[in-house]
């Protein structure tokens, strides 16, 4: 199957400082990708849909300025969390999207905790 | 949005079938009914999906009720690595994408 990879796996920081989340499709290209934040023992939230070229498209209440999305390539995306607080600790996880199976890859998530 | 709706736990011995139920009952005709199952600390991992017929693969089976409005993930044999929280999803185009719709998910434990 398609292989989805982030980096780093785990990150801890000072608050007020910017961290940034990186997705890669290993053994293909993803025109579309998707960033997830999710907390402990909740389901995944949807953040924002990132097209490569082009804008991404965020969520209703995520904030396009805190949460910076670049797919410059066709196989990588990047999440920066801007000026990080606390309450922005959490469990990140990206997603490829692969349209001739109509199913998304997920990578193995990032742990972000901000001091 | 069309929602689920799954058990919010379920138990199983290892090497028994597991059926995991799914409820989709405002589910649209262009709606896919996706399976993914998440481990602790780590990224969903695809399982299965099917639109309206039943589907096999190396993983599971799914089972699709003929008015579509309720689905049954088939583990033929559990094992002890099937242990995750299981998400039954539908899928629909946003656009051009696909947005998945995410539900809260069964949480299966498998005893040895």
């Known amino acids: 199957g398609a292989v989805v990879s982030q980096h780093p796996s785990r990150v801890i920081c000072k608050s007020g400082t910017s961290v940034k989340i990186e997705c890669r499709s290993l053994?293909?290209?993803?025109?579309?990708m998707f960033w997830y934040r999710q907390f402990p023992k909740q389901s995944l939230m949807l953040m924002a849909t990132?097209?490569?070229?082009?804008?991404?498209?965020?969520e209703q209440g995520v904030e396009k300025d805190k949460f910076l999305i670049n797919h410059a390539s066709l196989t990588l995306s990047t999440l920066t969390v801007t000026s990080a607080h606390p309450e922005d600790s959490s469990f990140y996880i990206c997603?490829?999207?692969?349209?001739?199976?109509?199913?998304?890859?997920f990578g193995p998530g990032t742990r972000l905790t901000v001091l | 949005d069309a929602k689920t709706t799954q058990p919010n736990s379920m138990e199983s011995n290892e090497e028994e079938p597991v059926h995991l139920p799914c409820n989709h009952s405002?589910?649209?005709?262009?709606?896919?009914i996706h399976w993914y199952r998440q481990l602790p600390s780590q990224g969903p991992e695809y399982v299965i999906h099917?639109?309206?017929?039943?589907v096999n693969n190396r993983m599971a089976s799914l089972a699709i009720a003929e008015d579509r409005k309720s689905s049954t993930l088939i583990l033929h044999r559990a094992t002890l690595r099937d242990a995750a929280v299981y998400y039954c999803?539908?899928?629909?185009?946003?656009?051009?994408?696909?947005?998945?719709?995410w539900g809260l998910g069964t949480s299966l434990a498998v005893n040895p």
């Open positions: 990132s097209n490569e070229g082009s804008k991404a498209t965020y």
């Open positions: 999803i539908l899928t629909r185009y946003a656009g051009n994408n696909r947005k998945l719709i």
């Open positions: 099917g639109l309206t017929s039943n």
């Open positions: 405002t589910i649209s005709g262009t709606d896919y």
């Open positions: 997603s490829a999207f692969v349209r001739t199976t109509d199913t998304q890859y």
């Open positions: 053994d293909f290209q993803a025109t579309t």
